[in-house]
């Protein structure tokens, strides 16, 4: 706590926007040299989750979560597959449409254009791998190859604490993982 003492004077870090409050606050209040300073919580004890859950600001928890974030997962699987959920994957449309590429072309070949609906898993390569793991996991195919439809199927049949359930969504993640990095793989080697 010395880092905010110094002397008998305050000195909070004045880059830390979160600690401004505080440091208005305490503007006031003078301490002497056996002063000791502590966190405390209103009507309970002090706890670091508490305090990370004051500070961040935070939204409803979304559909989805459970299909990304579960027991078992891979995180790096996990977090390719949070980025095609929040469809943030930097794909080549994307990039044509901001300037940084002349074109859009899906990089496996098929002549179309390359977006997260095309990538997963509307693209002939894409498809042949997705189609795959539908089968392994006895699933009938899709009735239309989109992220959309793929996201409506997972909603509905990869959430749950069956083995068979884990295994579904473990497989849509790996899909999208592997998938993403043979498409990043054809690109930059
Ligand atoms: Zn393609």
Redesign the pocket.
């Known amino acids: 706590m010395s880092v905010v003492q110094q002397g008998s004077l305050w000195n909070w870090p004045l880059h830390v926007w979160q600690l401004r409050d505080i440091s208005s606050a305490c503007s006031n209040i003078s301490f002497g040299q056996r002063d000791s300073i502590g966190w405390c919580r209103v009507g309970g004890a002090f706890s670091y989750r508490a305090a990370w859950a004051s500070l961040r600001s935070s939204t409803p928890v979304v559909t989805w979560a459970k299909v990304v974030w579960f027991s078992g997962a891979i995180p790096k699987h996990s977090f390719c597959l949070w980025l095609t959920f929040r469809r943030a994957h930097l794909t080549r449309d994307k990039l044509q449409s901001l300037g940084i590429l002349q074109q859009s072309m899906?990089?496996?070949?098929?002549?179309?254009q390359?977006t997260i609906d095309?990538?997963f898993f509307?693209?002939?390569?894409?498809k042949t791998v997705w189609s795959k793991v539908m089968e392994l996991n006895n699933c009938p195919l899709p009735v239309a190859w989109n992220w959309h439809t793929t996201v409506t199927w997972a909603l509905g049949h990869a959430i749950g604490r069956r083995f068979q359930r884990w295994m579904r969504r473990a497989g849509l993640a790996a899909a999208v993982y592997h998938c993403w990095r043979e498409r990043n793989n054809r690109i930059f080697r």
């Open positions: 899906c990089p496996f070949g098929c002549g179309q390359e095309h990538l509307e693209c002939g390569y894409t």
